[in-house]
């Protein structure tokens, strides 16, 4: 009686663990269907203001700017600096973003005035003045890049110097053709002048003479 029980319930057992089984196995069948995203999510064009432009250089680097109230260094991000290249204008920016939140921490214009040094004390940073824009308005910084390698700070100060230069002769072109314009204008503006002087000066001649004319008809009269 006791072995006959104990078969019952071994065969219960069994079974159970073949309906587990099939259950596991309706689980995992692939039935098909296809379901549809709750939210369907658009591709979205974003515009970063360097659509015109042509990036010079491009290096990995940390960015401080020098703190004058506190008297020191201060981390602005590490991210990429780019010389960028306007493709009309040909004026060169430098632009530089934090790599995680690609916010800006460095925007300003190269012109002709500024000069890179190389960071006392430290070959793989070097230091400028600018009037930089990140902000969003103009402040006066002294700036400080430190890059990974000694070859990518001599990269960068090279290519920072031939771009202060370049603009230097483009201004100077610049200069030069805008005082040709003008000279060409003076001159036809001068040219303007004095034939409105001769055309004003042709009547009174002719009145003169016109004058004269009854003066000699009354004296051959009185002959």
């Known amino acids: 009686m006791a072995s006959s029980e104990a078969e019952r319930k071994v065969e219960k057992e069994v079974v159970a663990d073949k309906e587990e089984d099939n259950v596991a196995a309706g689980e995992d069948e692939d039935t098909g269907a296809q379901v549809a995203p709750i939210v369907r999510l658009e591709e979205v064009a974003v515009t970063t203001g360097e659509e015109n432009e042509e990036a010079i250089l491009d290096l990995k680097s940390k960015l401080y700017r020098f703190d004058k109230d506190g008297n020191q260094w201060k ?9 960028l290249k306007h493709k009309e204008t040909g004026k060169v920016r430098l632009v530089m973003r934090q790599s995680k939140t690609l916010k800006i921490c460095a925007n300003h214009l190269v012109v002709p005035t500024m000069t ?30 430190r890059f990974g390698s000694i070859e990518n700070c001599k990269l960068f100060m090279e290519t920072f110097q031939e771009v202060a230069e370049s603009q230097a002769e483009k201004e100077e072109s610049e200069g030069t053709a805008a005082t040709a314009e003008l000279l060409d204008k ?36 009185d002959e």
């Open 116 to 145: 890179v040094h190389e960071h006392a004390g430290n070959e793989k940073s070097c230091v400028w003045h600018a009037t930089d824009f990140a902000d969003g308005e103009l402040k006066d910084e002294l700036f400080c890049i």
């Open 75 to 83: 981390e602005r991000g590490a991210g990429t600096v780019k010389f």
């Open 186 to 221: 003076l001159s036809v503006e001068e040219k303007k002048e004095e034939k409105k002087a001769e055309e004003e000066a042709a009547p009174a001649a002719t009145t003169k003479e016109d004058a004269k004319e009854p003066e000699k008809a009354e004296s051959k009269k």
